[in-house]
């Protein structure tokens, strides 16, 4: 076996259904082959599994967008028992729809529960209607992320954090649980240069959605970069490494060159068994 081209993760499927992507069999999809999905990976060694959020979503959103996305807290607390070493991102939670101290009780509780396996991907969020629906402000969204990457950082391990920023200010209270890791992982989701200067300056990870390969390059050039600092892209189609080997392994390639330190994994699939054979295949050809 040779050294792996990358890490691998999982765009989860089943908690997360756009129209084009998804394969029918998601649709009625139980929470045993979820947990099945978790398992396989786990086992196989992929770096982490995903869920995104939404709370309700504009009906006129549905062809675009879609319409499921499990709440991510309760899915990743269930997986989380279920696994025992893939970590758990989500990807991304809306920094403006929470309070940063609800983020660090919620989130820090689930890193407790899992043993330190949280990975925390926000993002500043763009469908005012959503925005409007939970009362969050939206035309300040992204200096109040900013505000709020901030106190996450100074709260997310700390039983009795203390920030006093521009949007966001607290001191004297306790959280507890708070996080077990020393420095949760923070990433920044987004499909602008803006969400990777985010990412740079105040977080530890970048993990762009509707961004080319050439694009992320592109801006990834501009940055240099603090060693550890994760690039999260997805290869630019889904992959078949049972039918299509060398496509594949090249894809692969093409997405490390394009400055990915992790590669976010979908497949051409048509049912659970054939998704988990796809898992196995392509961590044998990752490291072939």
């Given at each position: 076996?040779?050294?792996?081209i ?11 259904m ?5 394969a029918d069999?998601?649709?009625?999809a ?32 549905q ?11 309760a899915t990743?607390?269930?997986l ?11 990807n ?20 407790v ?19 409007d ?28 954090p ?11 209270m306790?959280?507890?649980p ?6 949760v ?11 990777l200067?985010?990412a ?11 961004v ?20 999260v892209?997805?290869?630019p ?5 049972i ?5 594949a ?14 590669i976010?994994t ?22 072939a």
């Amino acid at each position: 076996m040779g050294a792996a081209i990358a890490k691998l993760s999982v765009a989860t499927p089943v908690v997360t259904m756009v129209p084009a992507i998804s394969a029918d069999w998601e649709k009625s999809a139980a929470v045993e082959d979820l947990a099945q999905i978790a398992e396989t990976a786990d086992r196989l060694g992929y770096h982490h599994l995903t869920c995104s959020e939404h709370i309700a979503l504009p009906a006129a959103e549905q062809q675009r967008r879609g319409t499921r996305y499990w709440d991510p807290l309760a899915t990743l607390g269930y997986l989380a028992a279920r696994t025992r070493h893939i970590r758990l991102a989500t990807n991304v939670v809306v920094l403006g729809y929470h309070h940063p101290l609800e983020i660090a009780k919620r989130y820090g509780t689930l890193d407790v529960v899992s043993n330190g396996r949280l990975i925390l991907g926000v993002g500043v969020g763009s469908l005012k209607e959503e925005f409007d629906l939970v009362g969050a402000a939206f035309d300040d969204r992204g200096p109040r992320a900013d505000d709020a990457l901030r106190a996450l950082r100074a709260a997310l391990s700390v039983r009795q954090p203390a920030y006093h920023g521009e949007f966001y200010s607290f001191s004297g209270m306790v959280v507890d649980p708070c996080a077990v890791q020393d420095h949760v992982p923070i990433w920044v989701g987004g499909r602008t240069m803006r969400s990777l200067r985010r990412a740079a300056t105040l977080a530890d990870g970048w993990a762009p959605f509707n961004v080319t390969l050439r694009q992320a390059r592109s801006w990834l050039g501009q940055w240099d970069l603090r060693p550890g600092f994760e690039v999260v892209l997805a290869a630019p189609s889904p992959l078949d490494p049972i039918n299509e080997p060398q496509r594949a392994r090249d894809l692969l390639a093409e997405t490390a060159a394009h400055g990915a330190s992790i590669i976010s994994t979908t497949f051409t699939h048509t049912s659970l068994q054939h998704y988990l054979e796809n898992l196995a295949a392509l961590t044998e050809l990752n490291t072939a």
